[in-house]
């Protein structure tokens, strides 16, 4: 009962989340400012959306060839056509479930390839890690290059005196997370750090690869991929056209970082991209019709290649 429970919230609460900010955000705009919004998505360059999901489009397919480094470290085949509709169906289950996508791609390449459940998942948490730092890197790269901006921006929404304590309350977390986890017997903990040792395995198998630094190169050609895809969404409207290197690393930040943690950004990409971008003097009207733009366009990618290797996925593998 309480698994069908936590099940369904983790289904209905990143959603419910999404509703709640296009209702806020939508419910603040007067009628005039509607239109204007309107008239963006309009007047958009869909020359540049294309393009834009064309370019989306190989960061998938690069992905897929990716992981074939992995799964052949440990042993193991998988066709890239397997791995690119594993991969597919992975983000399309991830507009669902959050983080299902994953269990979806190694139950997958062990259908179809035989490739042991474990293993295959275990290259993926591995693959999740090494993403997680160059995120953490590209944040890194925000402050440094919009360390004002990005001091404002937290600012306006964490008031000063708040934003310490929570400062002291997370180094305090920290100390005691820390002493915990070396001193602790619980079972939970004792559990919990032998989960840690095994996230640790996968991550040091990357580097234990006969092919780690293709693996690597690859990965940093993905995310580069991704920056890419939207340097070129900034040229669907006027107003982000203009923006610079480091305004459009620092949105692109932002927005990864709501793809990571909700339902795939659904509410919550254009609500944070057009709160950042108001920094960077673009009407909030402009931001907002920004976000949903990219953000929709790319979805739409994500369910269509999802639904396509739903289908060709058993009768390409057909024997």
């Not at 490739?115 to 997680?132: H, L, N, Q, S, Y």
Request: hydrophobic share 55%; glycine share 6%.
């Amino acid at each position: 009962m309480k698994q069908q429970i936590s099940k369904w919230l983790s289904i209905l609460l990143p959603i419910l989340l999404g509703v709640f900010l296009t209702w806020y955000t939508y419910n603040k705009f007067t009628a005039d400012e509607i239109e204007i919004i309107k008239s963006k998505f309009k007047n958009a360059n869909y020359y540049y959306v294309v393009l834009a999901v064309f370019v989306g489009f190989l960061g998938n397919a690069l992905r897929a060839y990716r992981w074939k480094y992995m799964l052949d470290h440990l042993g193991y085949h998988s066709t890239f056509k397997n791995n690119f509709m594993a991969v597919n169906i992975g983000y399309l289950l991830n507009l669902t479930v959050p983080k299902s996508g994953e269990i979806s791609r190694a139950l997958i390449v062990k259908k179809y390839n035989d490739i042991p459940f474990d293993k295959g998942f275990g290259t993926i948490v591995a693959e999740r890690i090494i993403d997680m730092f160059f995120l953490l890197f590209f944040m890194l790269l925000a402050v440094v290059l919009q360390f004002k901006i990005v001091k404002q921006f937290i600012l306006d929404k964490i008031p000063l005196h708040l934003l310490m304590v929570i400062m002291v309350i997370g180094i305090v977390s920290f100390v005691a997370f820390i002493l915990v986890y070396n001193y602790s017997k619980l079972k939970i903990v004792l559990a919990f750090k032998q989960k840690i040792e095994g996230l640790k395995e996968g991550l040091m198998s990357i580097f234990h690869m006969k092919e780690k630094w293709t693996y690597l190169f690859q990965t940093v050609v993905i995310w580069v991929s991704y920056l890419i895809t939207y340097y070129v969404a900034t040229k669907v409207i006027p107003e982000t056209s203009v923006l610079s290197i480091g305004a459009i690393i620092t949105s692109f930040v932002v927005g990864s970082i709501a793809i990571a943690f909700t339902n795939s950004g659904f509410g919550s990409y254009p609500f944070l991209t057009s709160k950042v971008l108001l920094f960077y003097a673009i009407a909030e009207t402009a931001g907002n019709a920004f976000g949903w733009i990219i953000w929709t366009s790319q979805m739409l990618l994500v369910v269509i290649l999802g639904l396509l290797s739903f289908l060709l996925l058993p009768i390409l593998n057909r024997k």
